[in-house]
């Protein structure tokens, strides 16, 4: 059973416009949602994250919406830029478990992400 | 600020063996969390450690283990190893304390392959 799902394995995308990159779940107990940035032979990289409390949290060119009725967030960036090729994967977390669950973050399948010069 | 060190990088192992990977946290972190990644299975967790206790385990079979020792450095350990264990294991450390924002860094991973 797949609590997070993201449906598109792969986006191209040209530089300098917007990039947009999916995630649903199905799990209405998380209440905490990440995003992380990873490229080969490294670990992943935290780029944002979303309390459920909030619809949108922003960081330079990184806004994260999320729609909570939907189970649905995205990640939007912009301008695109060739760095930003990488894979991008959404986690999701129970954080109001009475603070039990901070390292247990449950992740989606990852979306390759290119930016083409 | 150093990061996350796993250790070994790489190393290869023969069905029915064990194995133990080893994660340093960033100085000063007290949560250490292990990870399996594989093509078919993505991300997946495996447990997190907290004050040297068990928090959190994923469902994994009792083969995978793991602990922590009081300078919150962390080993896992995986018995009677199968092909399928062959994976990159992941190791994040986070601060873990009330009002942080959650962020979990991970390490480089330890490449394990299972012949």
């Known amino acids: 059973d797949q609590q997070v799902k993201q449906n598109s394995p792969s986006l191209s995308v040209q530089e300098g416009r917007i990039s947009i990159l999916n995630c649903d779940y199905t799990?209405?107990?998380?209440?905490?949602f990440l995003w992380y940035k990873k490229y080969p032979a490294e670990g992943p990289t935290f780029l944002i994250s979303i309390s459920s409390i909030k619809d949108k949290n922003e960081d330079g060119r990184f806004t994260v919406f999320l729609n909570k009725s939907a189970k649905h967030l995205s990640l939007h960036i912009v301008p695109s830029q060739p760095g930003d090729s990488a894979v991008y994967f959404c986690?999701?977390?129970?954080?109001?478990?009475?603070?039990?669950?901070?390292?247990?973050?449950?992740f989606g399948q990852g979306t390759i992400l290119t930016v083409h010069p | 600020k150093a990061g996350v060190t796993q250790t070994p990088r790489y190393l290869i192992k023969t069905r029915g063996q064990q194995v133990t990977l080893s994660c340093s946290p960033i100085?000063?972190?007290?949560?250490v969390s292990w990870y399996q990644q594989t093509p078919g299975q993505g991300l997946q967790f495996l447990f997190e450690y907290f004050s040297e206790t068990q928090r959190n385990k994923g469902n994994f079979p009792g083969r995978f283990s793991g602990r922590q020792f009081s300078n919150s450095r962390s080993e896992m350990n995986v018995s009677t190893l199968e092909l399928g264990d062959s994976a990159l294991y992941l190791c994040?450390?986070?601060?873990?304390?009330?009002?942080?924002?959650?962020?979990?860094?991970f390490g480089e991973g330890s490449r394990l392959t299972v012949l």
């Open positions: 994040a450390s986070s601060l873990r304390q009330g009002g942080n924002t959650g962020e979990l860094f």
């Open positions: 986690a999701a977390s129970v954080r109001n478990a009475g603070g039990t669950s901070y390292g247990k973050l449950t």
């Open positions: 100085s000063g972190h007290r949560s």
């Open positions: 799990n209405s107990m998380f209440d905490y």
